[in-house]
């Protein structure tokens, strides 16, 4: 029994460890290949976020681009955001208002629809309110990887520093979220972005109906977007500390959970293959700590469990360090272990949960 135990820790995290190499192959080996100037729209979807927006529209109207203008979509607000809108409205500045929830389509969607089709360029520029771009070279850096054949372009936001257990553990489940997408995507199959910074082509995005394929999901307005239509030949990604923005991190776990719910409840409207890869990550994931445990129990030789814990310790603190340098970034490598542990949890009864989460509201 014990024997059997211990080549089941042992293989399933080879199979972990082959994963990681290629993906930090993939991450370490990136270079930018372009950087071309292009006009762009730069979108936003507010819903009563005058404080964050306050902060937000003189970042990017301070971006050091040559040729853009922002767009806010005004979901329904009613915190004085429309009035502030109204005072400040520019050339650079633009704005489009929602004033009611749309049975046939998620408000999300909706207030993103209508934002991309008030813009006026053909790039379009995602991030949300509580976003922060990391530089005034943001816009620049993020479209500068479109070319003529490139349709997507994904970008990376990582949450502001937080020392509390919360935010730790928000910030390395957001990296190894990251180093999956964007690992995947170098690898040729990218399936999914995140709506703090992504860019795609407003002509593709109403070649393909916008969101008429997924208009009855809640979320996915930016991941199953990717998953429907990018691929390995017109999708890009871009790396860097210039390229990022921030976002602040939920305060509360009940916040957080929400948060995730929403995520992960998208996931089941992945592709078939997508799913089964992320899918075999994660049960390798949980079969292996499974093992790790029942050896832990039954075994009375102590150095296979341990010296299989201490390996993935290290490998998995090299590579959050090593990838989160590359994306612009720097982790709090001592953390790592025990979020590791953690994260095998958060993603086991989590992932669980949200294949049977019907819906989550965006904005409560």
């Known amino acids: 029994m014990v024997e059997i135990v211990e080549v089941v820790a042992t293989s399933s995290l080879a199979v972990l460890v082959i994963y990681w190499i290629v993906v930090l192959a993939k991450i370490l080996g990136f270079k930018p ?3 071309r100037v292009h006009p ?3 979108i936003v979807c507010a819903h009563n976020e005058l404080d964050n927006l306050k902060k937000l529209i003189p970042r990017l109207l301070n971006q050091d681009h040559l040729d853009f203008e922002v767009v806010i979509v005004d979901d329904r607000s009613e915190d004085g955001t429309y009035d502030y809108l109204l005072e400040n409205q520019s050339d650079k500045l633009k704005f489009a208002r929602v004033d009611q ?11 993103l629809t209508m934002g991309i089709k008030a813009a006026t360029h053909d790039i379009i520029l995602l991030t949300d309110a509580d976003c922060i771009p990391a530089s005034e070279h943001w816009i620049s850096k993020m479209t500068g990887a479109f070319t003529k054949d490139t349709q997507y372009v994904l970008g990376i936001s990582p949450y502001e520093k937080d020392s509390g257990l919360l935010g730790q553990f928000i910030q390395f489940e957001t990296q190894w979220t990251a180093m999956n997408y964007i690992g995947f ?7 999914m972005g995140v709506g703090r910074n992504l860019a795609y082509r407003k002509s593709s995005f109403l070649k393909h109906k916008g969101f008429s394929k997924i208009q009855h999901v809640t979320g996915g307005d930016d991941d199953l977007l990717v998953n429907e239509y990018a691929h390995k030949k017109n999708t890009r990604v871009v790396l860097g500390a210039s390229s990022l923005t921030y976002s602040i991190p939920k305060a509360t776990w009940g916040a957080y959970i929400h948060q995730k719910l929403r995520h992960w409840s998208v996931g089941k409207y992945y592709g078939f293959k997508d799913k089964m890869l992320l899918g075999f990550q994660n049960l ?7 093992a790790l445990i029942i050896l832990a129990v039954q075994t009375n030789n102590y150095l296979i469990p341990a010296g299989l814990l201490v390996f993935r310790m290290i490998f998995v603190t090299i590579l959050i360090n090593s990838t989160s340098k590359k994306f612009g970034y720097r982790m709090n490598i001592w953390l790592v272990p025990v979020m590791d542990i953690l994260y095998v949890g958060y993603a086991s009864i989590f992932g669980i949960i949200a294949l049977f989460t019907k819906k989550v509201r965006w904005k409560k």
């Open 101 to 111: 929830v749309h049975d046939h389509i998620n408000a999300k969607k909706f207030a």
């Open 185 to 191: 995507a170098l690898a040729g199959n990218p399936y």
């Open 40 to 42: 762009v729209s730069v």
């Open 284 to 290: 390798s994931n949980l079969v292996f700590w499974l």
């Open 33 to 35: 290949k372009t950087n």
